[in-house]
């Protein structure tokens, strides 16, 4: 039985930034993230160029329902007949009534910026969906991967542990590693994006990652990392200033617009010194890469101080 793990690059005009992988173990096939609708051609070529078929795509699986993991599942869906949809119950429920992650994506976005990043969503029939508790396994082929629940980034996320090939699929529960920004050393943030940044929860979800004691994890954003450890650490170090702040600004008065412009501006400062001590010298291009993730962690993480001060 011959096992193999690519990385797919799914946007590649702007490479580096959202990975999926494409999983084989002799004739069947799975997908872990889809990212959007516009990665399916990416993710079918990839397909192609290993000599297989979307018949041979017998899962599709998303580690949670943020829209650049699980955004192109249903038209993935769609285009391999024979996948079962594998997903954690609190983000199956999403996928198979996808209105709700719709509208508040086009809230967020506006109606014209949201279809043109993330294309159109479909729900995904109910039969063709298979919801994975803790500690549950699928086969592949003769291999068999298990799904362990991580709270901390989101609560309708699960890593895949993959102990073939001697990887942990990790979504976003252990960190974004973009390939760009490891030139000084290993440079690696948490994403706090909203709704569900929980300090002690998603420390516990690296604890998690690192006990299957694999020298691989993969993180979506982006491709693979060995250096688990040092990853494992810089992600800390990123989840305790976030916190600070969250505890900081749920101990004040302020608007969430004026928490959240706070948060970002003293973002930048975290982000520098992580860098600094990687040995990284953040330029333009390595600032204006980083925009979106620095104003969703600042989004998260007001979001989460204004819900602490009103449940105090
Ligand atoms: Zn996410």
């Known amino acids: 039985m011959k096992h193999e793990r690519h990385t797919v690059d799914c946007e590649p005009a702007h490479p580096g930034y959202v990975s999926a992988f494409l999983r084989i173990a002799g004739d069947e096939c799975a997908f872990v993230e889809c990212y959007t609708t516009h990665a399916l051609p990416h993710l079918l070529a990839a397909l192609e160029a290993h000599g297989k078929k979307p018949e041979q795509v017998r899962y599709v699986v ?9 955004g192109g599942a249903s038209a993935l869906m769609k285009a391999c007949p024979n996948a079962t949809l594998l997903a954690h119950p609190r983000a199956a429920r999403h996928l198979v009534a996808p209105e709700k992650l719709v509208s508040s994506a086009t809230a967020v976005y506006g109606e014209e910026t949201f279809r043109r990043t993330y294309g159109t969503i479909e729900p995904i029939p109910e039969a063709r969906v298979r919801t994975l508790g803790e500690g549950e396994t699928f086969a592949l082929g003769a291999s068999t991967l298990r799904v362990f629940h991580t709270e901390g980034h989101a609560r309708h996320h699960f890593v895949v542990h993959d102990p073939d090939t001697r990887t942990v699929y990790t979504g976003d529960t252990f960190g974004l590693v973009y390939p760009r920004l490891q030139r000084g050393g290993t ?46 650490a810089q992600v800390r170090r990123f989840i305790a200033r976030s916190e600070e702040l969250v505890v900081r600004e749920a101990a004040t008065t ?37 925009t979106l993730d620095l104003t969703l962690n600042a989004q998260g993480l007001a979001f989460a101080a204004d819900k602490r001060r009103k449940a105090s």
């Open 254 to 290: 302020a608007s969430v617009a004026d928490i959240q412009a706070r948060i970002e501006s003293d973002l930048r400062v975290v982000f520098d010194d992580a860098a600094k001590a990687a040995g990284l010298l953040l330029d333009a291009e390595d600032w204006a890469s980083l």
């Open 187 to 232: 440079f690696a943030f948490a994403s706090t994006s909203p709704t569900d940044f929980d300090a002690s929860a998603a420390y516990a979800s690296i604890d998690k990652v690192l006990s299957l004691g694999e020298p691989t994890a993969s993180p979506t954003h982006f491709g693979d990392v060995t250096n688990v450890e040092e990853v494992a």
């Open 62 to 70: 998303v580690t949670h329902a943020h829209l650049d993991h699980a």
